[in-house]
């Protein structure tokens, strides 16, 4: 009871389903016995059947969502496994095109912008703000990045990267983890670089390999590309 359907074929499965809103073509088609649900835009929500408290707003947004506590707002944003068990990760953010719209079991993750996320399916606990942040992610846990292309490239867990294409990485070479980079293009090159701190507008930019080097201040350690435990302090340093 207590439903709203607007659409061709909106909330059609429904058997005791209550307080569900969808609006557009197949929206939430599939839900039986799923409450509280609100999907508006063509098939959005289309596979859920007993998922909860999920939002879904636009063009297949949370298409192949089977759980609860979701959030997707954007085209295809949350699209999820397009073949059984279908998307099962809980208590996600997903604003923007594309954005977390391949995972699976991933949960506890917010991904704000353009194809933010975009490969993630499982792992979770990730903060990825910025069009194209965090988007070669794939599993892995516990990383931050906001800024257009922060870490785009790098899949390694617990990194923490601020600002444009800080901690960028590079295509399928990236997996470098513990890094902190904060500024635009700290830690730009990281590949397998480990527990690194770059704080500063290109700072350790060159850094490639190696651990534990730390760069603080205007393009400190900009040079430095392998090595072990080095330290720069102030610009240009």
């Not at 996600?92 to 993750?109: H, I, K, P, Q, R």
């Amino acid at each position: 009871q207590y439903n709203v359907a607007v659409g061709s074929e909106a909330l059609k499965a429904f058997t005791t389903a209550d307080e569900n809103t969808a609006l557009g073509y197949n929206s939430s088609l599939n839900i039986t016995a799923g409450s509280d649900n609100t999907s508006v835009g063509a098939t959005s929500l289309y596979r859920n059947q007993i998922g909860e408290d999920n939002v879904a707003v636009g063009y297949r947004a949370g298409y192949n969502v089977s759980a609860s506590f979701n959030t997707f707002v954007g085209s295809n944003a949350g699209f999820g496994l397009n073949t059984s068990p279908y998307s099962s990760g809980q208590n996600n953010v997903a604003v923007g095109y594309n954005a977390l719209d391949a995972f699976t079991t991933a949960g506890d993750v917010v991904a704000i912008g353009s194809s933010a996320g975009t490969n993630i399916t499982t792992g979770g606990y990730h903060v990825l703000i910025g069009s194209g942040a965090g988007q070669s992610l794939t599993g892995g846990n516990y990383t931050t990045h906001i800024g257009y292309r922060a870490s785009r490239y790098n899949t390694g867990a617990y990194n923490t990267s601020l600002g444009y294409g800080a901690l960028l990485g590079v295509n399928g070479q990236s997996t470098g983890q513990n890094n902190t980079a904060v500024g635009y293009e700290s830690m730009y090159s990281v590949t397998t670089a480990a527990g690194g701190v770059g704080l500063g507008h290109q700072s350790l930019r060159a850094l490639t390999s190696g651990g534990s080097n730390t760069g603080v201040g205007n393009s400190a350690a900009y040079s430095v590309t392998t090595g072990v435990e080095n330290t720069a302090l102030g610009q240009t340093a």
